[in-house]
Nanobody, 121 residues
Framework: QVQLVESGGGLVQAGGSLRLSCAAA????????MRWYRQAPGKQRELVVF???????NYADSVKGRFTISRDIAKNTIYLQMNNLKPEDAAVYYC???????????????WGQGTQVTVSS
């Protein structure tokens, strides 16, 4: 059983900062990719950023220079530091991970429950 637990969402004024966390727990052998997605009301879920086991990261253009992803490999946790938040950043943020639960198992995707980020103008 694997769980992704997100935390850190909340209400912030435009220009403010928040830090999201996503911890993967359970019988995990390895994690190949971890991602943050977000979904605003009435919009499709969009990829915000991903980070690979090899250290590759890629940000959506809309958050480059404002958001920073970091990873604590020992804790199977990623963080998303969000600075200079804008009203258009408001959404439910979801953590996603591709991981293996056994040496011979394939990679499967798991999702967190989401954390709400609200940005007031």
């Amino acid at each position: 059983q694997v769980q992704l637990v997100e935390s850190g969402g909340g209400l912030v004024q435009a220009g403010g900062s928040l830090r999201l966390s996503c911890a993967a727990a359970g019988s995990i052998v390895s994690i190949s990719v971890m991602r943050w997605y977000r979904q605003a009301p009435g919009k499709q879920r969009e990829l915000v950023v991903f980070t690979t086991a090899g250290g590759t990261t890629n940000y959506a253009d809309s958050v480059k220079g404002r958001f920073t992803i970091s990873r604590d490999i020992a804790k199977n946790t990623i963080y998303l530091q969000m600075n200079n938040l804008k009203p258009e950043d408001a959404a439910v943020y979801y953590c996603n991970a591709e991981l293996r639960t056994g040496i011979w198992s394939a990679n499967y995707r798991y999702w967190g429950q989401g954390t709400q980020v609200t940005v007031s103008s």
